[in-house]
């Protein structure tokens, strides 16, 4: 039943991940074509934002080290965004080479993640990310910036919200188009959602610049996600299947999945243009393909359903 709730964006925006930060976490690695055709049915779903793959130096992300090979199968898909993360001008000229046009930086909010994952503090990792970020503008790029531990971090325990805030605004000055916001740990609860939020619109960050990427780990993605769009936010960030995680961080566990977003988007008779039937279907697909179930409530639900159906 479709019982819409007041105060709620009518339209979402999917940032799918599972492609990338979904598989870039799997111990094995899936071919190239697999691939393809993972971010070809997530399209056929419905999906117009799929971030493809990353072009990190394959020594950090093996799984990932196909990137010149799978990008060129899948730019041409139409009506659909294929944007890509880019670590530094090395990644940038890869992706432009390809004829990428929209990437990621991706930078931390503290600085135990930076070195863990960047090996670099807070403020050198955004020196890095400046040069990159002005020649993906001036290529007439579309560049959107990650930021880590935006609510805790492994090490450091409970994340200021000023730092974040700091960090976040670096990132707008050096002109992102977008950030998203990352419960790298998945320990964020709703009011703190809502009040990072407030203090980035009054450090003038705009709500429409922003995006969220919650981690599932204390079952608090989708709650998180709801006080995010009470807020305004439109653009959420989600893995077909709650594929990934973060292989820098071990204590964190997958992605919300894109099935369980969109279980709740309509419901709330909020339109994401996602079919979930086939969307839960690909995600089915993508399980076998790794050997195992989705960790997705909504795809063991549908899925079960779907093979009582049969049955009868």
Not at 216 to 233: F, I, K, R
Not at 260 to 266: A, I, T
Request: proline share 6%; with cysteine; net charge negative.
């Amino acid at each position: 039943m479709v019982v819409p709730a007041p105060d709620l964006p009518a339209r979402v925006r999917i940032h799918e991940v599972g492609a990338r930060d979904g598989l870039q976490n799997e111990k094995s690695t899936v071919p190239t074509e697999v691939k393809a055709e993972f971010i070809r049915r997530l399209a056929d779903a419905g999906l117009t934002t799929i971030e493809a793959t990353s072009f990190v130096h394959p020594k950090w992300v093996p799984q990932l080290a196909d990137a010149e090979q799978l990008f060129p199968l899948v730019r041409d898909l139409p009506g659909v965004h294929l944007p890509v993360l880019v670590p530094n001008g090395r990644g940038l000229d890869r992706a432009l080479a390809l004829d990428a046009t929209r990437v990621a930086v991706f930078a931390s909010a503290t600085e135990s993640f930076a070195k863990a994952n960047l090996n670099r503090t807070v403020d050198e990792s955004l020196a890095v990310f400046a040069p990159v970020v002005a020649r993906a503008k001036e290529e007439g790029a579309h560049v959107r910036g990650y930021l880590s531990m935006c609510f805790g971090d492994p090490w450091e325990g409970a994340v200021p919200i000023a730092q974040v805030v700091r960090v976040c605004r670096a990132l707008v000055d050096m002109g992102c188009d977008e950030l998203s916001l990352g419960d790298t740990i998945g320990v964020a609860t709703p009011g703190h959602v809502l009040e990072l939020l407030a203090a980035l619109n009054e450090q003038h960050v705009p709500t429409d610049l922003l995006g969220v990427h919650f981690h599932d780990t204390y079952g608090q993605a989708l709650a998180n996600t709801l006080a995010a769009l009470q807020h305004g936010v439109t653009t959420v960030d989600a893995s077909a299947g709650g594929l990934g995680g973060c292989p820098f961080a071990k204590s964190a566990t997958g992605n919300l999945a894109t099935e369980d977003l969109v279980w709740m988007l309509q419901g709330l008779g909020i339109d994401s243009g996602v079919d979930l039937d086939r969307l839960t279907a690909t995600s089915v697909w993508m399980a076998e393909q790794l050997g195992r179930p989705s960790p997705s409530r909504t795809v063991r639900a549908l899925g079960k359903t779907a093979q009582h159906h049969k049955e009868q």
